[in-house]
């Protein structure tokens, strides 16, 4: 199984940057898809979607969340952070079954 | 607007059986394959199994092959996890999934608890 390793936590200030990074591995990468995908999830809700296949923003995501990277390396960054934005994130991988998570990066305050 | 519903969820005892149900609206079922994830309590996000979206192919995490089913009805727009043997180690929150951009759209989930 292709394993995702996340830092476990991240502390930033409000209005910050916050760079969240997720390293697989083994490539995750076929051609020119990247197939690494972001999800949020706050204390007692279901994941949501953010990023797919790496860089892509999903419906209805604002554009401070972004996404970058190939092969064994991603990056989620958030600029500038918000209050809502406190949550756990976690990368997923469907490059090869089974798809795995990362086991998550706790976005904190500072 | 999408909706995933699951239900079924609750107590059971360990070697017994329990079913869960999601039901989909919002979206068209039928081009979707979907998924179950689920989540142990204050821990990450594990994939369970996964259905094509005419319900030809199936595919499960070697810790649920033999005792989990996926399945889905498309005429009810409905997705199924018949789970058998229940093991103490299955207790979570099970989510249900569509799966197109990775998992785009997501239930609120249902908590099975295996205890005696």
């Known amino acids: 199984d292709i394993v995702l390793t996340q830092s476990p936590a991240l502390a930033v200030s409000l209005g910050q940057r916050a760079t969240i990074s997720c390293r697989a591995s083994?490539?995750?990468?076929?051609?020119?898809?990247?197939?690494m995908h972001w999800y949020q999830q706050k204390p007692g809700q279901q994941p949501k979607l953010l990023i797919y296949?790496?860089?892509n923003l999903a419906s209805g995501i604002p554009a401070r969340f972004s996404g970058s990277g190939s092969g064994t390396d991603f990056t989620l960054t958030i600029n500038p952070v918000q209050a809502d934005d406190i949550a756990t994130y976690y990368c997923q991988q469907s490059r090869e079954s089974p798809p795995t998570f990362g086991a998550g990066t706790k976005l904190e305050l500072k | 607007e999408v909706q995933l519903v699951e239900s079924g969820g609750g107590l059971v005892q360990p070697g017994r059986s329990m079913k869960l149900s999601c039901a989909a609206s919002?979206?068209?079922?039928?081009?979707?394959?979907m998924a179950w994830v689920c989540q142990a309590p204050k821990k990450g996000l594990e994939w369970v199994a996964t259905?094509?979206?005419?319900?030809?192919?199936?595919y499960y995490r070697d810790s649920v092959k033999g005792r989990f089913t996926i399945s889905r009805d498309n005429a009810k727009s409905t997705l199924y996890l018949q789970m058998d043997s229940l093991r103490s180690e299955d207790t979570a929150t099970y989510y249900c999934?569509?799966?197109?951009?990775?998992?785009?759209?997501w239930g609120q989930g249902v908590m099975v608890t295996v205890s005696s």
């Open positions: 083994q490539s995750v990468s076929i051609s020119r898809y990247n197939l």
């Open positions: 999934a569509s799966l197109r951009r990775g998992f785009d759209y």
């Open positions: 919002g979206f068209t079922f039928n081009n979707y394959d």
């Open positions: 259905i094509s979206y005419d319900g030809s192919s199936t």
């Open positions: 296949r790496a860089s």
